[in-house]
């Protein structure tokens, strides 16, 4: 865009990210020349010559709307040498070439048109800024503040509504502060796609409704209250909490999945009052899911470990720092080379490379994973060839442009909120064609227009290496895999040869925050940082220089699952990071590891199962405390500072430091920049890989009739304990339910109306859910949540994807879900 006022041009920001092709128009605004994009909407236009128009129905990442009327200006030129006899709306109408627009600041008829508006808005809304929890950061404050009446003439009766109406347990609805912008219901069908509330009744009458039929289940909704230009919208946790002006914010990275999406923290007095999303074009745009805005208090509570705890018999006590690092030292020296470490996905990339490097160089061994969760060797390689240190090769960017996307063990909505919302963009605004590997079209798959390729778990890599001829991959698609494919045998050798074949670029987009960025770090029995295979002596060599080390073990070390094991059988020591029982396929086994372990020390931050069977507790600093980094699915590097430094809480990497001195050795890093800058020196690996992914047996057997093959994967909103603390954001999970084919149904004998529930059942144990039986379904199968509240698969089936449960349909217990 260029600015011609007089005889002076000056280039603006916006020029550079002009296509030097694309076609400008011309037009002047408040007396100043300015070239834009052809389609610029006259609002942008104003706004690259540094003029704001009052607004409040208008977001860049809306469609335009008109509905508030604020952004009156005047039309002296339509560009066809005609006036228009009255203000226009300034956020629908594009920039046509020799258009002559005058805005607030320089004409008294657009100024008065706002004025105007503006005084109709005040007429019924109420005047409580000082119990708002809009106040002092609310667009229609401020504007009546700088634009406004000093005094109303309107002398009637204000109209008024009973509230708040519970939208949902979150979202709280105050009709009679409502501007009618429609925001709210704009981002909810175009941008989340979910039903919620609609403008019903007209004129006067007007007003926010809801829908009776459907209930407001979205991941997102908190977005809504937070592009609410007024106080209609409001959160129930934040609500009367505090004040926008007595808190401090601060910049950060939303640590619960792997979008790495922006948020804004919003603290006072040292502690957490709500957060927001932060605004990144890039990555996750101006919108971030309900978990990352409101799941922020779950290691506050009372079972916040604050000081170190040593076992003395059967139980733990509060010990001094040196006490308890002379009591690990000793016990992980007792050990030796004979110890496991397992890493969790809320560890930033310092303290992941921190953890990789202690097992490395102090503790002499490899036995490390951060696969927390069902894995296999298959992935493991596959992962350390493909993934591990490699450049941003798959962006967000990629998604919005793709040819076709191809999706494989992988549910977007529910695993990567982020992820999501840029497929259901490329699907609304062009029509991304997308097929998703799954038994059934979940509704976040058809809210993204995914064609279903009908899959029986365990058999994606057949289903891959047999695709439909429909399904077009070329150079420009994008083929995106979930951890989920881990349980299947082959899968990650078949997406590799289809990428190679199609040329397709394919990514990896795990679950956790962390687990991107320890692959990175060297956290897999087989790899060293930035992807350099253990088994290369080349790669070894590379990694002894930059640490500082003779020589390193090139032995193969242990995955998770095999040091449990070898834990339970008293071979081997842990150190474990956030870590779960419950994450593993068989949390009993889990348990079982934890309690033989010879020795066990855990960095954590508040009481856990893995603490309780403990020989050593060291508290370590939350994410909020600490600045570092997480990794996101694109191999983005997303850095952030601590939000609430607090010098008295220690990093994992400065216990891991203090136990490497008390174990005689230097573990050489106790910051995160020092971290950060040994992970910049090994960078990525550019000589060999490791070894491509090897395909292993495929199984499609889905049983005789009453067994079927069991389907699931984890939602957004579940048990986990990172929810914990948030009862309103707990009652937006979904309902849990056990899916079904009509055919499977039917052989159960599922009717519908007397029997409705359905009893998933394995030797270990069964658990009832409610039934529902989905259109296309593959038969054979059936899906159930991992993890809902009290209805663990883990725990009480003792199951993962592709294994076999038995089904029996059974009469109505429960009105609201299941039962274990």
Same mark, same amino acid.
């Given at each position: 865009?260029?600015?011609?006022?007089?005889?002076?041009?000056?280039?603006?920001?916006?020029?550079?990210?002009?296509?030097?092709?694309?076609?400008?128009?011309?037009?002047?605004?408040?007396?100043?020349?300015?070239?834009?994009?052809?389609?610029?909407?006259?609002?942008?236009?104003?706004?690259?010559?540094?003029?704001?128009?009052?607004?409040?129905?208008?977001?860049?990442?809306?469609?335009?709307?008109?509905?508030?009327?604020?952004?009156?200006?005047?039309?002296?030129?339509?560009?066809?040498?005609?006036?228009?006899?009255?203000?226009?709306?300034?956020?629908?109408?594009?920039?046509?070439?020799?258009?002559?627009?005058?805005?607030?600041?320089?004409?008294?008829?657009?100024?008065?048109?706002?004025?105007?508006?503006?005084?109709?808005?005040?007429?019924?809304?109420?005047?409580?800024?000082?119990?708002?929890?809009?106040?002092?950061?609310?667009?229609?404050?401020?504007?009546?503040?700088?634009?406004?009446?000093?005094?109303?003439?309107?002398?009637?009766?204000?109209?008024?509504?009973?509230?708040?109406?519970?939208?949902?347990?979150?979202?709280?609805?105050?009709?009679?502060?409502?501007?009618?912008?429609?925001?709210?219901?704009?981002?909810?069908?175009?941008?989340?796609?979910?039903?919620?509330?609609?403008?019903?009744?007209?004129?006067?009458?007007?007003?926010?409704?809801?829908?009776?039929?459907?209930?407001?289940?979205?991941?997102?909704?908190?977005?809504?209250?937070?592009?609410?230009?007024?106080?209609?919208?409001?959160?129930?946790?934040?609500?009367?909490?505090?004040?926008?002006?007595?808190?401090?914010?601060?910049?950060?990275?939303?640590?619960?999945?792997?979008?790495?999406?922006?948020?804004?923290?919003?603290?006072?007095?040292?502690?957490?009052?709500?957060?927001?999303? $932060?605004?990144? +074009? #890039?990555?996750?745009?101006?919108?971030?899911?309900? &978990?990352? %805005?409101? !799941? =922020? /208090?779950?290691?506050?509570?009372?079972?916040?470990?604050?000081?170190?705890?040593?076992?003395?018999?059967?139980?733990?006590?509060?010990?001094?720092?040196?006490?308890?690092?002379?009591?690990?030292?000793?016990?992980?020296?007792?050990?030796?080379?004979?110890?496991?470490?397992?890493?969790?996905?809320?560890?930033?990339?310092?303290?992941?490379?921190?953890?990789?490097?202690?097992?490395?160089?102090?503790?002499?061994?490899?036995?490390?994973?951060?696969?927390?969760?069902?894995?296999?060797?298959?992935?493991?390689?596959?992962?350390?060839?493909?993934?591990?240190?490699?450049?941003?090769?798959?962006?967000?960017?990629?998604?919005?442009?793709?040819?076709?996307?191809?999706?494989? $063990?992988?549910? +977007? #909505?529910?695993?990567?909120?982020?992820?999501?919302? &840029?497929? %259901?963009? !490329? =699907? /609304?605004?062009?029509?991304?064609?997308?097929?998703?590997?799954?038994?059934?079209?979940?509704?976040?798959?058809?809210?993204?227009?995914?064609?279903?390729?009908?899959?029986?778990?365990?058999?994606?890599?057949?289903?891959?290496?047999?695709?439909?001829?429909?399904?077009?991959?070329?150079?420009?698609?994008?083929?995106?895999?979930?951890?989920?494919?881990?349980?299947?045998?082959?899968?990650?050798?078949?997406?590799?040869?289809?990428?190679?074949?199609?040329?397709?670029?394919?990514?990896?987009?795990?679950?956790?925050?962390?687990?991107?960025?320890?692959?990175?770090?060297?956290?897999?029995?087989?790899?060293?940082?930035?992807?350099?295979?253990?088994?290369?002596?080349?790669?070894?060599?590379?990694?002894?220089?930059?640490?500082?080390?003779?020589?390193?073990?090139?032995?193969?070390?242990?995955?998770?699952?095999?040091?449990?094991?070898?834990?339970?059988?008293?071979?081997?020591?842990?150190?474990?990071?956030?870590?779960?029982?419950?994450?593993?396929?068989?949390?009993?086994?889990?348990?079982?590891?934890?309690?033989?372990?010879?020795?066990?020390?855990?960095?954590?931050?508040?009481?856990?199962?893995?603490?309780?069977?403990?020989?050593?507790?060291?508290?370590?600093?939350?994410?909020?405390?600490?600045?570092?980094?997480?990794?996101?699915?694109?191999?983005?590097?997303?850095?952030?500072?601590?939000?609430?430094?607090?010098?008295?809480?220690?990093?994992?990497?400065?216990?891991?430091?203090?136990?490497?001195?008390?174990?005689?050795?230097?573990?050489?890093?106790?910051?995160?920049?020092?971290?950060?800058?040994?992970?910049?020196?090994?960078?990525?690996?550019?000589?060999?890989?490791?070894?491509?992914?090897?395909?292993?047996?495929?199984?499609?057997?889905?049983?005789?009739?009453?067994?079927?093959?069991?389907?699931?994967?984890?939602?957004?909103?579940?048990?986990?304990?990172?929810?914990?603390?948030?009862?309103?954001?707990?009652?937006?999970?979904?309902?849990?339910?056990?899916?079904?084919?009509?055919?499977?149904?039917?052989?159960?004998?599922?009717?519908?109306?007397?029997?409705?529930?359905?009893?998933?059942?394995?030797?270990?144990?069964?658990?009832?859910?409610?039934?529902?039986?989905?259109?296309?379904?593959?038969?054979?199968?059936?899906?159930?949540?991992?993890?809902?509240?009290?209805?663990?698969?883990?725990?009480?089936?003792?199951?993962?994807?592709?294994?076999?449960?038995?089904?029996?349909?059974?009469?109505?217990?429960?009105?609201?879900?299941?039962?274990?």
């Amino acid at each position: 865009m260029t600015v011609t006022e007089g005889n002076k041009t000056a280039k603006t920001e916006q020029a550079a990210e002009v296509a030097p092709r694309e076609e400008l128009v011309t037009a002047t605004i408040d007396d100043v020349e300015v070239s834009v994009p052809k389609g610029t909407l006259v609002i942008r236009a104003a706004e690259m010559i540094g003029v704001a128009v009052p607004r409040f129905c208008d977001h860049p990442l809306l469609d335009p709307v008109g509905a508030c009327r604020q952004c009156l200006v005047e039309v002296t030129d339509d560009g066809r040498g005609r006036g228009m006899p009255k203000p226009q709306a300034s956020c629908t109408i594009e920039v046509m070439p020799g258009m002559k627009i005058s805005t607030q600041v320089t004409s008294p008829v657009a100024e008065k048109a706002q004025a105007g508006m503006l005084e109709l808005l005040l007429m019924n809304h109420p005047l409580d800024c000082p119990i708002c929890d809009k106040g002092g950061e609310c667009p229609l404050q401020n504007q009546s503040m700088s634009n406004g009446a000093g005094e109303s003439r309107y002398e009637g009766v204000k109209r008024t509504f009973p509230k708040p109406i519970n939208i949902s347990s979150q979202v709280l609805l105050d009709r009679e502060r409502c501007v009618l912008c429609a925001r709210c219901t704009r981002f909810s069908e175009q941008i989340a796609g979910d039903p919620f509330i609609a403008l019903v009744e007209r004129g006067a009458l007007q007003q926010v409704g809801i829908y009776e039929s459907e209930p407001f289940e979205s991941y997102f909704s908190g977005n809504t209250i937070q592009i609410c230009p007024v106080g209609a919208l409001t959160s129930a946790a934040y609500r009367f909490r505090s004040r926008p002006f007595d808190l401090v914010s601060s910049p950060s990275i939303a640590e619960h999945d792997a979008c790495g999406s922006a948020i804004r923290v919003d603290h006072r007095r040292g502690t957490v009052m709500r957060r927001l999303a $932060g605004d990144d +074009p #890039e990555v996750n745009e101006e919108w971030i899911t309900d &978990r990352d %805005r409101f !799941a =922020f /208090r779950s290691a506050r509570g009372e079972d916040r470990i604050t000081r170190p705890l040593v076992r003395d018999g059967d139980d733990l006590r509060p010990a001094s720092w040196p006490e308890a690092i002379d009591v690990a030292a000793k016990g992980l020296a007792a050990a030796g080379a004979d110890v496991g470490v397992l890493t969790g996905g809320r560890l930033t990339r310092e303290n992941a490379y921190g953890y990789a490097k202690f097992a490395r160089t102090v503790l002499g061994t490899n036995n490390i994973d951060f696969r927390s969760r069902p894995s296999s060797a298959e992935e493991a390689e596959f992962l350390a060839h493909t993934v591990a240190g490699t450049e941003l090769s798959v962006s967000y960017a990629d998604l919005e442009t793709a040819s076709s996307v191809l999706m494989v $063990g992988f549910e +977007p #909505e529910e695993e990567a909120g982020s992820v999501f919302l &840029r497929l %259901r963009k !490329a =699907f /609304r605004k062009r029509q991304l064609r997308s097929w998703t590997l799954a038994p059934y079209l979940s509704n976040g798959a058809r809210k993204m227009g995914a064609t279903l390729i009908p899959t029986v778990p365990v058999a994606e890599a057949d289903t891959l290496a047999n695709l439909p001829a429909e399904v077009a991959l070329d150079a420009d698609s994008v083929i995106l895999v979930g951890e989920r494919a881990a349980n299947s045998a082959g899968t990650f050798t078949e997406l590799r040869r289809l990428a190679t074949e199609t040329g397709a670029k394919l990514a990896w987009i795990p679950r956790r925050a962390g687990d991107r960025g320890a692959l990175d770090a060297g956290c897999l029995p087989q790899l060293l940082p930035g992807g350099r295979p253990l088994t290369d002596a080349a790669a070894r060599i590379d990694s002894q220089a930059i640490w500082g080390v003779d020589s390193l073990n090139g032995t193969v070390g242990l995955a998770a699952g095999p040091m449990l094991d070898a834990a339970a059988r008293g071979e081997l020591a842990l150190v474990v990071a956030g870590v779960e029982p419950g994450d593993f396929r068989d949390p009993e086994a889990a348990r079982r590891g934890l309690e033989q372990a010879s020795f066990v020390v855990s960095l954590e931050t508040r009481m856990s199962e893995v603490t309780e069977r403990a020989d050593v507790v060291f508290p370590v600093a939350l994410t909020e405390q600490q600045g570092g980094s997480f990794v996101n699915w694109e191999g983005r590097i997303r850095s952030f500072d601590a939000v609430l430094p607090d010098r008295t809480t220690m990093t994992d990497l400065r216990v891991l430091a203090a136990l490497a001195d008390a174990l005689g050795r230097d573990l050489g890093v106790r910051t995160t920049s020092a971290a950060r800058a040994e992970l910049d020196e090994f960078g990525s690996w550019d000589g060999a890989r490791a070894a491509e992914p090897q395909p292993g047996p495929i199984d499609g057997d889905t049983g005789e009739v009453g067994q079927a093959v069991l389907a699931t994967w984890r939602t957004m909103i579940d048990a986990s304990r990172s929810n914990d603390g948030e009862p309103a954001l707990m009652g937006t999970a979904r309902r849990p339910v056990a899916r079904v084919g009509a055919r499977t149904a039917a052989e159960v004998g599922l009717d519908g109306t007397t029997n409705t529930q359905l009893t998933l059942a394995t030797d270990r144990g069964r658990l009832t859910f409610d039934a529902e039986v989905v259109e296309g379904m593959v038969d054979g199968v059936v899906w159930v949540p991992t993890n809902a509240p009290g209805l663990s698969v883990t725990e009480n089936l003792v199951a993962v994807s592709g294994e076999l449960v038995r089904l029996s349909a059974t009469a109505t217990t429960q009105s609201e879900g299941g039962e274990a």
